[in-house]
């Protein structure tokens, strides 16, 4: 499990927990349920690597932004 963010333009930020790799670009806002966009963030990542923690960021925002390749690699 991870915990994910939303912030909803109403009711302020609030967290959810869900499996790794699974939360949904918006959620419903526990509150007045409303759609509500993803945060990203990495709250329980700050011991890590700054080098690492940005290769985890980059890898979790593939998986809804992934990046374009426009040739094959050498
Ligand atoms: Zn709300």
Known sequence: MATYEYD???CGRF?????IGTAPASHACPD????????FSA?????VPAPL????DR?????SEPDVVTEVPS
């Open 53 to 56: 923690r940005a290769a985890l």
């Open 8 to 10: 909803c333009p109403r």
């Open 59 to 63: 890898a979790e925002r593939s998986r």
């Open 43 to 47: 709250p329980h990542l700050t011991s």
């Open 32 to 39: 007045c349920h409303r759609s509500t966009r993803r945060v």
């Open 15 to 19: 967290e959810t927990h869900q499996v």
